[in-house]
Structures are given as structure tokens and as C-alpha cells.
């Protein structure tokens, strides 16, 4: 068994190219979308009425553009995040059966670092345009787009109360991260329980701080997009987007290494609690979804309903609504429902890039209809922009994985994790 | 004893780590085990049994399904067909509102459906009394079976056998199955 994960020229070349695949897709997008301009300007009816008085009803090309970019820095960030959660409940729960694979979820956290940077600068280029409450004239009472509303709720969304916590949660989860990371190490190098005794200590603080300030990002960087509209369930409907994003992604990479000699020792019990939390965290997201359509819509408040309202009746996101239920309800709730299908690699591979795509189209709903209204769309400029974060956030990951031997070796359960027999 | 039915001869075991251990050294010599009784599960048990995949969950599957049939079968007859009524501005047909319903009906006659197979097929229905090797396999002994016209092995070969593998009794049983 390979113990060091080898990022070879030919992996590098591959990704090489789904970045230029993914630039070329952009392009051609973007070369569509700015000839293609003008054309549909108009804002919906609904959409009017629910953005009266805030005159910023412009569209431009590039809106679609910085509404991309949002979706791709909010998704990847949020599976880097939600890998290192992973890691840090393995260690509050002392769990056993993980402690083999633990190294992967680890590799995605690096993400973390550059992804939260990239974050900074996409929020610093499209503020505006992606968050409509950043505009000082909705709080100008003589400005004639002045907003009650949006006013009302300015102790909270302002700038640097907005930037700060955007600041401080990336800095702390990232301070947690590190840590893990030095203990993981030290544990690799003195071997003993005492690294173990650290990390269950700094996972247990950390998962307390995520729960917290895990919902209070969601409500800033996706909620708040919607200004005028809020949901108390959405910190834990991101939450659930992202962690079986996260896990899904955990599990096809663990099969991947395990098809390529890495990882031999993975049974088919180690693969079958991971099918079973992508399938469990799947139903956890329908679960979460559903509580927030069912509420809404039973109540049928216009002002929590506008929501639904844009996404229901509309052309372009009606589709996606539906496919969004089908990828990651239906499917992975029919297919994954089997022992077998959990048990045997053919299945989960199948079922978990289906669910990480399920769960972009997610967060291409949530976030889309808030920013372009009706004048948004999917085609070459979406799935390019995906496949360049895609190949970036794949190279820094399969980088972070050759850093740290791939088994570690000094975990005081490594022992139950390869016996590991449901 | 004189009842009708199979000759068996029944092994004790005290531990399931000596059990497990008695199990594979019992099919090395050519026997053919009929059934292990133990009170409580043990782990692997099934693999050494050389046991096939318990059919439960495709039970648990089609009385689900069930549920959910008869869960919008009833509401559809109600609410939309029989009497239909505008409740809260919906549709006649409002499928959301619905599946609060259908889901908790799924689960419960799945989990009815469930249990009831299980039942069945455990013997434990609730007439007649569950045939038992040894009482004791209820409370604190592992009890496994060997069929003797299953066997080629006379009879005191196999009980010498057993008692190598570390059974604490063996004892004749016949019983009609």
C-alpha cells in the first residue's frame, strides 16, 4: 500500500485542462451572454413590484458573471468547511471507525485558506451587485429609493459589522483548522494519546463555534442576498447543503485513492457509513427543504412567499427547481437505499457526483433568482465557471493530500478503524 | 423419550467467543450445523452460519410503499374526490400538504409491516408455543443444533467433537419440527 499520495504530472496535466475547458466554456458564455445582452431587460411582474422604489433594475452582462462567482466561492468554501466539521465530530464523538480515512476530509479543508481569500476579493469586486442592501441610498430617508424595510434592519447588515464577521469566522475556523493540522502532525511524529486528548479538546470547541457561527455565515453570504425575504430554517438548510456536499465529496475521493492502491485497507463497511451518511444527509436536506417550502407555503404570507414565488414562476428556475428535488431526493434516496449500493464502490460512484452537482444546482438556486431576477440563465458561462473553481479547488486539495502521510499511522484507533465490520 | 420427530444432538456453550470459535471448527470436520440459538446477537455470527441476506428489508420496503398508497389514496378520496373543500386558498390537490401524512403512514406501516414479518418468520407468532432446543437459550447459554439424519457422522463422534470445541453439555433431543 502507497503511503504518500503521489500528485504526479499526469494528475497536474488533467487538471490543466479542465481549467482551460472550463476558461474556454466561460468565454464562450460570457461572449453569449454580452451579445445577447438587452434583449430581455425587463423585470418580471412579481419581481417589479417586490423591487419597487430601489432603481436598480439595470442588468448588466456581468452581473451573471459576479452571481457565478458568489455561487462557486459559497459552495467550495462551504464543502472545505464542512470537511474539516467532519474531521472535528470524529474526534468529539471519538469515533473509531474513521480513523483510516481521516486524512482526506483533512486535505479538503485546505481549501479553507484560498478559498476564503478568494472570497474577500470576489465580495470586494461585487459587492453591490450581488448584495443589494450594500447600497447606501436605501438608508438615505430623503432618497426617494429608500427602504423601510431594509432599513429596519440595518443594526445588522451594514458594511463593517458584515465585513468583520465574514473576517472573523474565515480567521477563527481557519485558527481551529490550523490547529487540528499541528496536532494531526505532532501526533504522526511522538505518536502517544496525548495529540488525541488535544484534538478532542479543540474539536469540541470548534464544532460548538461552527454550529453558531456556521448559521449566522449562511444568513450573511446567501440569505442576505434575498434582503427583503427571511427564513429562520436557512442557516440549516445551508448547513445541510453543504455538509452532504462535503460528504459526498469525502467518500468519491476515499474510492477514487482506493482504485488507484491508496487507501487499500478502506472494507466495504468503512464505505458502507459513508454511503450511509450521504444517504442520510441526503433525506436530512429534503427534510430541512421541505420544513421551509411546506411553512411558507401553507401560510402563504406574500412577503415569505415572493421566494418561492420567483422560483415557481419562472421559465428558467422552474426546471432547476425540480431537477434540484430529483438529484438530491429522489435519487440518492432510491439509489443509496440498498445495502448493496452502499457496500460496493460502482454504486456510491455514481451517486456522489451526482449529489455534489445536486447540491451546485442547490446553491444556484438559492443564490441566482435574488441577484439577476429574470434575466439569469444556465449554460456555458455556469458550467464553465464551476469547472475553474472545480480544477482549482481540485489542485489545492490533491496537493494538501501529499503533504501528510495518507494513514495515520499514530492514531490511537487506527486499530478498530481497518477491523472496522458492520 | 419416546416423542415423534428428528433425532438432534444439542451442544451448550457458555461464551460466544468460544461459541463463534466451536462454530468454524465444527464445519471443518464435515458437520452440518442445524441452528445456533444465543440470547442476545452475536457479532459475525451470520457470516460463520454461512446465513443469506435477511429478506426483511424488501419487507419493510413494499409495506412502506403500501403506507404511502394508502396514505394518498385516503386523502385524495377526501379531500379532492369525495368532498372537495377550499382550505386555506389551496388547490383541491395540494400534494405538499399532503406528505406530512404520507410520510408518518410510510413510516408507520413500515415499521408495523416490519415487525410483524419478523414475527412470522421467528416463530413467535401469537398462537401456538415456539419450539426450543433448550430453554436456557432464552436466558444465559448458546445452544447450537446438529441434526442427526443431516449427518453422516454417528452420534458419538459428533458429541466428542463438541466437547473438544468447549461445550459445557451435550445432550440427545428429539424434536418435532
Known sequence: ?422 | MDEKGKKFIVGIYEDEDILLNAISSVKDKGINIYEVYSPFPVHGIENKLGYKRSRLSIAAFCFGFLGLCLALTMMIGMMTIDWPMIIGGKDFLPLPVFIPVTFEMTVLLSAFGMVGTFFVVSDLKPWGIPKTFDLRSTDDKHVMAIELGDNKIDSKKIKTILNTTGASEVNDKVMDL
Open chain 1, 1 to 422: 500500500m502507497k503511503e504518500i499520495f503521489d500528485f504526479n504530472s499526469n494528475l497536474k496535466k488533467n487538471i490543466l485542462y479542465l481549467f482551460v475547458g472550463g476558461v474556454i466554456l466561460s468565454l464562450i458564455g460570457l461572449y453569449q451572454i454580452i451579445n445577447s445582452g438587452h434583449s430581455h431587460e425587463e423585470v418580471s411582474q412579481a419581481v417589479g413590484t417586490y423591487n419597487s422604489g430601489d432603481g436598480h433594475s439595470g442588468y448588466h452582462w456581468y452581473h451573471r458573471l459576479y452571481s457565478n462567482l458568489w455561487i462557486n466561492v459559497v459552495y467550495f468554501l462551504g464543502i472545505s468547511i464542512s470537511a474539516i466539521f467532519f474531521v472535528a465530530i470524529q474526534y468529539v464523538s471519538q469515533s473509531g471507525w474513521s480513523a483510516g480515512i481521516l486524512r482526506v476530509p483533512l486535505a479538503i479543508g485546505r481549501w479553507l485558506l484560498p478559498g476564503s481569500i478568494l472570497m474577500l476579493i470576489v465580495f470586494a469586486i461585487t459587492n453591490h451587485d450581488v448584495f443589494h442592501w450594500t447600497h447606501e441610498y436605501l438608508y438615505d430617508k430623503l432618497d426617494p429609493r429608500y427602504d423601510y424595510v431594509i432599513d429596519g434592519k440595518k443594526a445588522y447588515l451594514n458594511l463593517p459589522f458584515f465585513l468583520g464577521r465574514m473576517v472573523f469566522f474565515l480567521g477563527m475556523w481557519y485558527l481551529f483548522y490550523a490547529l487540528i493540522l499541528k496536532h494531526v502532525a505532532r501526533e504522526d511524529k511522538l505518536g502517544g494519546t496525548e495529540s488525541w486528548q488535544k484534538l478532542f479538546t479543540i474539536s469540541t470547541v470548534f464544532v460548538v463555534f461552527y454550529a453558531f457561527t456556521q448559521s449566522v455565515a449562511a444568513w450573511d453570504w446567501v440569505l442576505s442576498i434575498d434582503t427583503h425575504w427571511f427564513s429562520t430554517m436557512f442557516g440549516w438548510y445551508v448547513f445541510a447543503s453543504w455538509w452532504v456536499s462535503a460528504l459526498a465529496l469525502i467518500t468519491y475521493i476515499i474510492i477514487i485513492l482506493r482504485d488507484n492502491g491508496y487507501l487499500t485497507f478502506v472494507n466495504h463497511s468503512v464505505l458502507h457509513d459513508l454511503g450511509k451518511y450521504v444517504f442520510a444527509f441526503s433525506v436530512f436536506w429534503t427534510y430541512i427543504w421541505f420544513s421551509q417550502f411546506l411553512l411558507i407555503y401553507y401560510a402563504n404570507i406574500p412577503e415569505e412567499t415572493i421566494y418561492f414565488v420567483e422560483r415557481l414562476d419562472s421559465d428558467i428556475y422552474f426546471p432547476f427547481f425540480i431537477v434540484n428535488l430529483i438529484l438530491n431526493f429522489f435519487f440518492p434516496f432510491l439509489f443509496l437505499m440498498t445495502r448493496a449500493s452502499k457496500r460496493f464502490t460502482r454504486f456510491l460512484k455514481i451517486a456522489c457526483p451526482v449529489v455534489l452537482f445536486g447540491h451546485f444546482i442547490d446553491f444556484y438556486l438559492m443564490i441566482t433568482p435574488g441577484i439577476l431576477k429574470s434575466n439569469g440563465g444556465f449554460g456555458f458561462l455556469e458550467i464553465g465557471l464551476l469547472l475553474v473553481f472545480l480544477s482549482a479547488f481540485l489542485f489545492v486539495i490533491l496537493k494538501g493530500l501529499t503533504k501528510l502521510p495518507l494513514v495515520a499511522k499514530n492514531h490511537p484507533m487506527l486499530d478498530e478503524s481497518l477491523h472496522h465490520d458492520i
